[in-house]
């Protein structure tokens, strides 16, 4: 799966695709998959050690507000109940019903995830 660099700036969270980025292989994934596969995928590395959880806000876990945008947890905690809790910071992809945060990485190299 392609690499990202994700860094925390001022407007929000900066998600960039490595050098070695490969854009068809994504556009496929993206295809194949959907949204929120290739968003965990891209995302593995880091919420694996506790960084950088996407969800589906629609999901309602954890509840996030009335949207259903893709988001993004600085770090979740699940309790035995299964109910997920965003720990630290959260940032979420406001146009997500316009355009999708996936195919501007592919178009732009970049995408932003705006804070609340």
Known sequence: MTD????????GLLMA???????DELRWQLEERG???????LLEPYFT???YQPFDASDANPF???TGAPCI????DTDDEGNNTIVGRLWYFPSYML???IEV????????????
């Open 4 to 11: 990202v660099t994700l860094s925390v700036i001022p407007e």
């Open 17 to 23: 695709l490595t050098e070695d980025a490969d854009r």
């Open 35 to 41: 949204e929120m596969q290739v968003l965990a995928d």
């Open 49 to 51: 050690n506790g960084g």
């Open 64 to 66: 996030v507000g009335v």
């Open 73 to 76: 947890a600085e770090s979740m």
């Open 99 to 101: 355009e999708s945060p």
């Open 105 to 116: 990485l592919i178009e732009k190299g970049v995408v932003i995830w705006s804070k609340p």
